[in-house]
């Protein structure tokens, strides 16, 4: 018997969870870092379900309520995508309402944020950023003065360089020029 599309579909979607790094993105608590939690990105069942609870709410159509429905849209969808590490497909929390009893503020925040960095599609041929700007940016970053970085800024940095370092470590270039020297080879 021949696997239906979406047998398929679901089968990948699977093997995709298994493989877990290419999924899933761990995110320690700022309230308590020794503990992480793995977040996944979510279904488009799961993500539609999160905009109806939003939908439902009895907030004015003003500002207060706009910042209402989006901090709502934001738990709801926290909540959704915090999984069990050993079976990506077991939800932590079954309703926000649990989540909100156990996390600090400042851990929804810090999952939200990084929810979003995990699911956004962005590159820099769909931005459209030139190569000379790319130039620029080498330059900058070669630099500036790493050590003066505080607050915000250094967070930002910090977080930059954690997202794309385990990516560059992995690759199999032979490096820069001014690394290349200070390489040993066994001959």
């Not at 250094?154 to 992995?170: N, V």
Request: aromatic share 6%; charged share 30%; with cysteine.
């Amino acid at each position: 018997m021949a696997a239906t599309t979406r047998d398929r579909i679901r089968e990948r979607r699977l093997d995709r969870m298994r493989l877990g790094q290419t999924v899933c993105d761990y995110v320690a608590l700022v309230s308590d870092p020794e503990i992480r939690l793995c977040i996944v990105p979510l279904t488009e069942a799961d993500y539609l379900q999160a905009l109806e609870k939003v939908r439902d709410v009895d907030a004015p159509d003003n500002l207060a309520g706009m910042a209402i429905r989006d901090r709502i849209q934001a738990q709801e969808i926290v909540a959704r995508s915090i999984r069990e590490e050993s079976d990506l497909s077991q939800r932590v929390y079954n309703s926000t309402e649990e989540m909100a009893e156990e996390l600090e503020v400042a851990d929804v925040d810090e999952l939200w944020d990084r929810y979003l960095e995990m699911s956004q599609k962005s590159s820099p041929a769909l931005d459209g950023i030139p190569e000379e700007e790319f130039e620029n940016l080498k330059k900058t970053l070669q630099t500036m003065d790493w050590s003066e970085l505080s607050g915000r800024s250094w967070y930002a940095a910090k977080r930059f360089l954690m997202s794309i370092t385990p990516e560059l470590l992995q690759g199999n270039s032979p490096g820069s020029t001014s690394t290349n020297s200070l390489t040993t080879t066994s001959e």
